[in-house]
T-cell receptor, first 110, second 110 residues
């Protein structure tokens, strides 16, 4: 079955370290997204991509970057992790408007 | 650009009905509804495109009032399995740049 997977599922890091969260989908969807979820804020869009070599900033993109070198993967990088980036991160891909979410990555920045 | 959901939380008994509202300050192209169980990824329920259509499956339906920039999700004869947090997502153009509301936590009790 086609799927979308995230790794790691849980990570603890220190302030200032670089962190990369992986997202891999096997549906061959062109559109991929990264959201963060915090209590009281719902899901907020960080970055998104409509295809290979295409990336766009979402509403909370500061401190994050993405790259899209193939259709299957959209890694999210925190260049210098901050405590404010402690959150649950969801990757998603879409076809015909429906978003398919990964299981989430819980990141704690100490 | 984030849509506003109301109420923030609702508690029901099995068999009771509920309405969750979603409103935007901008003209909308589409409204999406997702449900998230605790500790899990959000799951797609339905999408409504501008044109005022109403959709539904089983006892969950939704409407979209394009002029008022509002959507409502209707849950009738609620079941225990309906418990979770419901999110509306909105697009102002057909570009998949979807923004989510803060969510409505629905609890159904026996």
């Amino acid at each position: 079955d086609a799927e979308i997977t995230q790794s790691p599922r849980h990570k603890i890091t220190e302030t200032g370290r670089q962190v990369t969260l992986a997202c891999h989908q096997t549906w061959n969807h062109n559109n991929m997204f990264w959201y963060r979820q915090d209590l009281g804020h719902g899901l907020r869009l960080i970055h998104y991509s409509y295809g290979v070599q295409d990336t766009n900033k979402g509403e909370v993109s500061d401190g994050y970057s993405v790259s899209r070198s193939n259709t299957e993967d959209l890694p999210l990088t925190l260049e210098s992790a901050a405590s404010s980036q402690t959150s649950v991160y969801f990757c998603a891909s879409s076809m015909f408007g429906e978003l398919f979410f990964g299981e989430g990555s819980r990141l704690t920045v100490l | 650009q984030q849509p506003v959901q109301s109420p923030q939380a609702v508690i029901l008994r099995e068999g009771e009905d509920a309405v969750i509202n979603c409103s935007s300050s901008k003209a909308l192209y589409s409204v999406h509804w997702y449900r998230q169980k605790h500790g899990e990824a959000p799951v797609f329920l339905m999408i409504l495109l501008k044109g005022g259509e109403q959709k539904g499956h089983d006892k969950i339906s939704a409407s979209f009032n394009e002029k008022k920039q509002q959507s409502s999700l209707y849950l009738t004869a609620s079941q225990l399995s309906y418990s979770g947090t419901y999110f509306c997502g909105t697009e102002i153009e057909d570009n998949n740049d979807m923004r989510f509301g803060a969510g409505t936590r629905l609890t159904v009790k026996p």
